[in-house]
Nanobody, 120 residues
Framework: QVQLVESGGGLVQPGGSLRLSCVASGFTFNTYAMSWYRQAPGKERELVAR????????NYADSVKGRFTISRDNAKNTVYLQMNSLKPEDTAVYYC?????????????WGKGTLVTVSS
């Protein structure tokens, strides 16, 4: 019963900040990398950031590097995305993701998403 529940989206002015949270359950959180993706209307889903199981080696899309920070608190089964210096092009539904590899293949699990709107 893998579950990912995002929160923290909203409307923000360009240059503003938001922090997204994703609370995970149903798997051993501290053994899996976690990711944030986003999808804007009419566009393909895009990987925004990824963090390893122990919080090291975060990776970012070039479009958000230097502005966004992914982090996690394994004691709380929570991954965060701190978004600073937001731009209108950051407007999207943001999704939390975990890819779990099992015998026979892998499966991606997704939250329902949280909408971030950056006005201009």
């Amino acid at each position: 019963q893998v579950q990912l529940v995002e929160s923290g989206g909203g409307l923000v002015q360009p240059g503003g900040s938001l922090r997204l949270s994703c609370v995970a359950s149903g798997f051993t959180f501290n053994t899996y990398a976690m990711s944030w993706y986003r999808q804007a209307p009419g566009k393909e889903r895009e990987l925004v950031a990824r963090i390893t199981s122990n919080g090291g080696s975060p990776n970012y899309a070039d479009s958000v590097k230097g502005r966004f920070t992914i982090s996690r608190d394994n004691a709380k089964n929570t991954v965060y995305l701190q978004m600073n210096s937001l731009k209108p092009e950051d407007t999207a539904v943001y999704y939390c993701n975990v890819r779990i590899l099992r015998v026979g293949g892998h499966m991606d699990y997704w939250g329902k998403g949280t909408l971030v709107t950056v006005s201009s």
